[in-house]
């Protein structure tokens, strides 16, 4: 596989990143467009500057099984996050995280994302994973310069909520291999109430759109690893089928059905959750029947009693996924 960042030289890919960290000084890097100088020191709704925190750096075996592979993903989990998802399941790294003051200068901070790319290139995962990214686009694009130089030639997998500024998303364009969105909500009163966001089916329903036009559905080699595409991942929720279905219709109608879908069981009602139970048998058995009448081509599905859902923690940043958890996601 070549990593589509290596069609740029060099001095491109540094260009794009200098381009993209320029939305910093009036940041409108994802949906929220909180006009902040985040370069002098301002902070919107991610709460972030211009440093780039990794809150860790993982040979990761979570992912659907094109991503795993035999080796693994290697992910990056950033810090912070620009929903507030009353459920989430890494709320010890998007919205507990410290407050203080970066012991990392500006470029030091760059240049300790590069080197966590390089390690896991190393240890010979597949991808490079950015694990929540919207909100620091343009601090992992000058990381991925500075890897690229050191010689980094893994492709991108860019894992995000799907409330993503269409603006950035085009400025990854010829840069990400292949995105994995999670498609949550089609209706704003829900995600208002739930991750304290505005209007987040019309602007995730277009970076879907955005992703799709940019790298297609997914396509997985003779050994079963992606090379590129969009995988949507859509979180069953309790007592929001009707978002299920509608969800599933847009990815189905609006994008393809060949792009693969992942229908993920995994909620469980953990920091501030107001949904405060699992998914039942016959949520989950709805949500897998309606996708087969859609006529998706590929279905990822988590079965229901599963390791998968036991939570990582953070607090123990070289290893929060302690489990192997590779197998739990499958191809129906």
Not at 185 to 206: G, V
Not at 222 to 243: C, F, K, N
Request: overall charge negative.
């Amino acid at each position: 596989m070549t990593a589509a960042y290596l069609g740029l030289s060099q001095k491109e890919l540094q260009q794009l990143a200098d381009q993209a960290y320029e939305i910093y000084r009036s940041c409108r890097v994802c949906p929220h467009a909180c006009d902040v100088n985040r370069t002098e020191g301002g902070t919107g709704f991610c709460g972030q500057l211009d440093t780039l925190h990794i809150s860790s750096s993982v040979q990761h075996f979570g992912e659907e099984p094109p991503l795993v592979g035999s080796n693994g993903v290697g992910n990056l989990f950033v810090t912070a996050c620009n929903m507030r998802c009353d459920y989430c399941q890494n709320y010890q790294i998007s919205q507990e995280w410290s407050t203080g003051k970066s012991e990392f200068t500006t470029q030091e901070s760059y240049e300790k994302a590069a080197t966590a790319m390089l390690r896991l290139q190393e240890q010979g995962v597949h991808f490079i994973g950015w694990v929540s990214p919207s909100h620091v686009v343009p601090g992992l694009l000058k990381s991925l310069a500075l890897a690229r130089e050191k010689g980094l030639r893994l492709p991108i997998v860019y894992n995000s909520n799907s409330y993503d500024a269409i603006e950035t998303l085009k400025l990854l364009d010829g840069v990400v291999d292949i995105y994995l969105p999670d498609l949550k909500y089609s209706n704003n009163e829900t995600a208002r109430e739930l991750s304290h966001i505005k209007e987040y089916p019309e602007f995730s329903r277009q970076a879907v759109l955005e992703m799709f036009r940019q790298v297609g559905p997914l396509s997985i080699n003779e050994q079963g690893i992606a090379e590129r595409g969009v995988l949507v991942r859509h979180l069953v929720l309790p007592e929001q089928m009707t978002a299920t279905w509608e969800t599933l219709c847009f990815v189905a109608l609006e994008l393809s059905s060949s792009v693969p879908l992942s229908l993920m069981s995994q909620y469980r009602p953990v920091h501030k959750a107001t949904l405060d139970r699992r998914i039942t048998t016959d949520e989950y058995e709805q949500a897998i029947a309606w996708a087969k009448e859609l006529g998706f081509e590929s279905l990822f599905l988590q079965p229901l009693e599963s390791k998968v859902h036991n939570l990582p923690d953070f607090s123990s940043p070289d290893n929060p996924f302690p489990l192997d958890r590779s197998r739990n996601l499958s191809n129906a």
